[in-house]
């Protein structure tokens, strides 16, 4: 199991179009075989910077999801919102109490 960690900076006009989008996808994103754990944050201090916060079982299975229609979908209405590009890191738990 691992975590993936993705930072996306939007434009401000496009906040709720994007929250409106998420509404939409998250059950679907949640629910793809092997994601077990799906969060959305934003920044306190920029409204328009927003943090994606999953959990997979194996890194074939993000792959998977990468490669889907699904996350083509998603990524072809979520990209041109952004500002910058997005950022994402995969990371192992070292410590969790």
Do not use: H, Q
Not at 18 to 38: M, S, W
Not at 65 to 77: A, H, T
């Amino acid at each position: 199991m691992f975590t993936r960690i993705v930072k996306l900076e939007l434009e401000k006009e496009n906040v709720a179009p994007f929250l409106a989008n998420f509404e939409d996808v998250k059950e679907k994103i949640r629910n793809f075989p092997g994601c077990t754990f799906l969060e959305l944050y934003n920044d306190k201090n920029d409204e328009t910077i927003f943090f994606t916060y999953s959990r997979w079982k194996d890194e074939s299975d993000l792959e998977n999801y990468r490669k889907s229609e699904l996350f083509k979908g998603v990524w072809s209405v979520t990209k041109p919102m952004f500002r910058k590009r997005a950022e994402a890191w995969s990371v192992d738990t070292v410590v969790s109490l």
